[in-house]
Structures are given as structure tokens and as C-alpha cells.
């Protein structure tokens, strides 16, 4: 039976079981390659300042099988494992005699060490200090991890699998730098695994302090099912050995570990639509989108505009509204808002009356009344209802200057005048307040109250007559960022700078002043895949 790669995922356990390479045998010397050309800082180069392992090198473990190999070396597909993006590299080869092994582990460090991942042999102490190997991995019937330790001394990593909390507790006693536990879900890969449920899993990620990696029949299809459980990362091999495209498979699969790692943020843009697509809801959902939060959005009105003007404004029903932003909460809780136009009072009370009934951890108001293009986009009563009722419930904030001058009731002409303006309407509102310079008034620059206290945002100025949706930009970029947890302070630095980015593409459409280029870093990404 063959195990070529590309026919598609068969099953390796029609092999003959091999026997293992155990460490008894006894490698007699170092390999003539060995120890002296290990990676030049060592396995301690993968240690953090408390000396414990960096979770990090766990996110993505590559474990081999060269069963899979179908016409290739290891070495090779390793090298397109660590060039996709995998952290650390197992070599677990189950049939090859001693010193065939001790041959590959030290082609494999090469390859490990040329990008500065480390190597890890399984099950053979001997042949991973003889190959220079940053460390090995023993299971429960393998060598005990306490000998072990003593054999490799502090600096080399030492893995250990377990299966329960009793064992994992044991093993980190013993010297365990992380653990290997599973199988998670089941594998074609390992004949005698047992099994290991969710709770088991999480049992011990919180009983122990070293790091937890999952291992057993976990892909891209079900990593995310591995949420919440406390690893830092998967181990893996026919996920990424049996694919026709190791890097693809490798890239592809370390994206959704950090995904599931991360967990998935999201935000609520609440706000008018924008049929032109450079301001409104259009603009947010782009923002969240290019911002690597996942947008959602519950519509206050419909505008028929373009980069010239708007033509017709269509409110929504309040009922309507509401339901939409209960749909959002009650599914997909946003770790944001941001709240845009809302031209009339009843939909201003919906929305106040929903987020007390919410509770969102951030709300940012953009208080739009006038288009850039001058247009009008709330009705005078509801001006006294947005202050009354919606702004005190803000987290922040971002008028611009004719808007802060309504809020405030003065004219603003000078810096100090956005200064006294954002203090005196963040005391009376209770809330963050973020005055955006601009029209020929600290061009670029914002300045920032809260607290108690203004700080000054200066921004790069970008020649650029095209800034339809800055606004809308900014307010939902800073919601981004909050939804991502960035404090307010880091949350408008960014935005800010994204917004100058979006500037600075130059793009050009429309007769008016037209849109920014919200998707202006995403090219390079999707060009530059690691993809055939
Ligand atoms: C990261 C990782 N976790 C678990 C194992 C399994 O080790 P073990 O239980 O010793 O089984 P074998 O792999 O030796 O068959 C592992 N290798 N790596
Ligand atoms: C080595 C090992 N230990 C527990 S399950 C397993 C096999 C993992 O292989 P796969 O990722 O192909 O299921
Ligand atoms: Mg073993």
C-alpha cells in the first residue's frame, strides 16, 4: 500500500507496526555533525526569562511521519512546514533503525535551525542530545520524564505526554517544560492513542503552569472546537504531512490555531447606509474588516448619495432598528460600538434604550449632524435628544470641529478652544471626548479628554482632497481597536494611523470629494500568500 500525498488523506496504519527506536539501544558517541553545529544559542533560546518554555513555539507542532512521503525527502517537507509557519518540529519515526534516525534528526536540525525553530525527537534521549537536538518528548511507557531531565540537563526542552490530571501534574513535577495531550479527536495516525475529552483537556491546562499543547486528529476543519480549553497550541501530523501542500496546509492551519487562540473579536456599527460605499455603515464594516474584527450592523436609515452630496434620506422604524441590534446582541455579542447617524429622535431613544439594556463594554458616538459635503443629517429636536440621552451613555466621543462647537455652544478658533471645548462637554457628559482637528485647525491632530485631562493626538497630514467617510472611519477604527482590547489611549493612536494609511492610498473615484481606500494593507496580504 502506498502513502503518497496528493491521492488525498489514507490511512498510515496499514504499515506494519514498526518498533520503537527506544533510547535503551544506546547511541555511542555524538553524531559527527552533533552538538557543535546546534543552533548557536541553543535550546535555551526558546526559554523566556523565568526560564519556563515559550508558549509560542507550541502554536503550530509539526510532527512527522515519513510514511507520507511520496517521492520526497523529510527534510523537504519539514522545510515547507517551517516555511508555512509551523513553531516547533517533531521528528517521530517509528520504523528506522538508530542510526538512520540520528541522520535524519541531524538533516532536520538544519532545517529547524536555518529559520530558528526548534527540534524535538521523539522518544530517543540519546540520539536528541547526539543530534544536537533542542529537546525530545516522552509518553507515559516511554522513558520517565524524571531520568530524562537528568540525562539533558536544564536547557534542553522536555515534552511529556498525559492523559490526566494526575499524570500532568506528575510529569511538571519531574522537569516538564509542556505537555502533549490527546488524542483529542480521533487519528489514523497513532495505533494505541487514548482517547482524551474536553474537560479532561481543560482539567489540565488549569491544574498546571506549563504550557498544553492538543495532539490527536485535529485539522483545520475542527481546531476551533479547541477554544476555551486553556492549550497554547496543536501538535499535528497528517493535517499537515498528508497534504498534497505542506506550506498551504501549514499556513492555512497555523491562521485558525491563532484564531482559535485569540478567539474571534467583533463590533456593532449602528448608523446610516451609504449607497456611495466610502462613509456610513459601508465604511465601518470595511474599517472592522481591514481592523481584524468581524463587523456587524444594524442600519438607522437609507441614503441615496454619492461623493457630490446627499440626495434622499430614508429613516428606518425604530421597531425595526431595535430589532435589529437585539439580533446582533443576542447571537453575536459585539465587544463594540459604534454608533453613527441617527437622525431622529425616536430611533436616538431606541438605541440609548438598548444599550442599557445590552450593557456593551465600549460604545463610541460619532455624533454626525453635517455631511462633509455640507449636508444636514439630523433633525434640530433631535440634536437635544442625542445630548441628553445618547452621548452620556458614550464610552467616547469624536466630533469634529463645527460639531463640538454645537455641543459646546462657542465657536472653537484656536487649539486651546478644543482643548476647553472636549474638557467642558467630557464634564457635562460624563465621557470621553475626542475633538478632530481639520478644517484649516490643527489639521490631523485630535485632542483627547478624559479623566480630567487632554492629550494631543498629532497625525501626518495627508495631501489628499478625497475624505468622504474619514469620520465614519475613525470612529469605527477606535471601535475596532477597543474590540480587540487595546486601552482608549492605543485605540486612537491606531486608528488614527490607519485612517492616514486609507488617506494616503490616494484613491480616487467620484466627482466629489470621494472615499479612502479602507482595504489599502490587505492587498499585499492576499498577493503575498504563501499559496500556489
Ligand atoms: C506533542 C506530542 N504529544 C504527544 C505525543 C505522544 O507521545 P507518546 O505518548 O510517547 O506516543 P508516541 O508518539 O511515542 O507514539 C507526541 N509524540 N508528541
Ligand atoms: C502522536 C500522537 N499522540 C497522540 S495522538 C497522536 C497522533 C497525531 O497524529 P494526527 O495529527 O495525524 O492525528
Ligand atoms: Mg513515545
Known amino acids: 500500500m502506498s502513502f503518497a ?15 520503537a527506536a527506544g533510547a535503551a ?24 526569562a523565568d526560564g519556563g518554555l515559550d508558549p509560542r513555539t507550541l502554536v503550530l507542532y509539526a510532527v512527522t511521519d515519513r510514511r507520507w512521503l511520496d517521492g520526497t525527502t523529510l527534510e523537504e517537507e519539514v522545510a515547507r512546514a517551517v516555511e508555512g509557519g509551523a513553531t516547533m518540529v517533531q ?12 541522520d535524519e534528526a541531524v538533516r532536520l536540525r538544519e532545517v529547524c535551525h536555518a529559520v530558528g525553530v526548534p ?31 537528568a540525562l539533558i540537563g536544564p536547557d534542553m526542552i522536555l515534552g511529556v505526554s498525559a492523559q490526566t490530571v494526575d499524570e500532568a501534574l506528575l510529569a511538571q513535577e519531574r522537569g516538564a517544560d509542556y505537555l502533549g495531550v490527546g488524542a483529542v479527536f480521533p487519528t489514523g495516525s497513532k495505533d494505541d492513542a487514548l482517547d482524551v475529552d474536553r474537560e479532561t483537556l481543560a482539567a489540565i491546562c488549569a491544574a498546571v503552569s506549563i504550557p498544553v499543547v492538543a495532539i490527536g486528529g ?34 492555512d492551519l497555523l491562521v485558525r490555531t491563532r484564531r482559535m487562540l485569540d478567539g474571534v473579536r467583533c463590533a456593532l456599527t449602528i448608523a446610516g447606509s451609504d449607497s456611495s460605499g466610502g462613509a456610513g455603515v459601508q465604511a465601518d464594516l470595511k474599517t472592522m474588516q481591514a481592523n481584524g474584527v468581524f463587523g456587524t450592523s444594524a442600519i438607522t436609515a437609507l441614503t441615496a448619495q454619492n461623493t457630490r ?37 425616536p430611533l436616538i431613544r431606541t438605541i ?26 439630523i433633525s434640530e429636536d433631535a440634536v437635544g435628544t442625542l445630548v441628553a440621552e445618547l452621548l452620556p451613555r458614550a464610552t467616547v466621543i469624536t466630533p469634529n470641529r463645527p460639531e ?10 484656536t487649539e486651546k478652544d478644543m482643548e476647553l471645548a472636549a474638557a467642558e462637554v467630557g464634564r457635562r457628559l460624563g465621557c470621553a471626548v475626542l475633538v478632530k482637528g481639520g478644517h484649516s485647525l490643527a489639521d490631523a491632530s485630535d485632542v483627547l479628554w478624559r479623566d480630567g485631562e487632554c492629550r494631543w493626538y498629532r497625525g501626518r497630514r495627508v495631501e489628499n482632497p478625497n475624505t468622504h467617510g474619514t469620520g465614519c472611519t475613525l470612529s469605527s477604527a477606535i471601535a475596532s481597536n477597543l474590540a480587540k482590547g487595546f486601552g482608549l489611549d492605543e485605540s486612537v493612536m491606531r486608528a488614527k494611523d490607519y485612517v492616514s494609511g486609507a488617506l494616503a492610498a490616494m484613491l480616487d473615484l467620484g466627482a466629489g470629494s470621494g472615499p479612502m481606500d479602507h482595504g489599502f494593507d490587505l492587498a499585499s496580504r492576499f498577493v503575498e500568500g504563501p499559496g500556489e
Open 91 to 102: 521528528l517521530r519515526e517509528k520504523d528506522l533503525g538508530r542510526d538512520e534516525l540520528l
Open 309 to 345: 452630496g446627499v440626495t434622499s434620506i430614508m429613516d428606518v422604524t425604530p421597531e425595526f432598528l431595535g430589532e435589529q441590534i437585539d439580533a446582533v446582541f443576542s447571537d453575536i455579542r459585539p465587544d463594540a460600538v459604534k454608533v453613527g447617524m441617527v437622525s431622529a429622535t
Open 352 to 377: 440609548a434604550e438598548r444599550i442599557d439594556r445590552w450593557r456593551p463594554e465600549h460604545v463610541v458616538v460619532d455624533p454626525v449632524m453635517v455631511a462633509t459635503s455640507g449636508a444636514r443629517l
Open 25 to 48: 539501544a544506546g547511541v555511542a558517541a555524538a553524531h559527527p555533525d552533533g552538538p557543535a553545529a546546534a543552533h548557536p544559542a541553543g535550546p535555551a533560546a526558546f526559554r523566556l
Open 218 to 251: 485535529i485539522g483545520r476543519d475542527n481546531v476551533r472546537e479547541l477554544a476555551g480549553t486553556g492549550i497554547v497550541g496543536v501538535a499535528t501530523i497528517s493535517a499537515l504531512f498528508a497534504r498534497p501542500d505542506v506550506r498551504l496546509a501549514a499556513h
Open 119 to 149: 527540534l524535538i525527537v521523539d522518544d530517543d534521549v540519546e540520539v536528541a542530545v547526539a543530534a544536537g537536538a533542542d529537546g525530545v518528548h516522552v509518553g507515559q511507557s516511554d522513558m520517565e520524564a524524571g531520568a530524562v531531565r
Open 404 to 413: 463640538a462647537e454645537v455641543l459646546w455652544g462657542h465657536e472653537i478658533q
Open 5 to 19: 500525498r496528493g491521492a488525498g488523506e489514507r490511512d498510515p496504519r496499514a504499515v506494519a507496526a514498526p518498533e
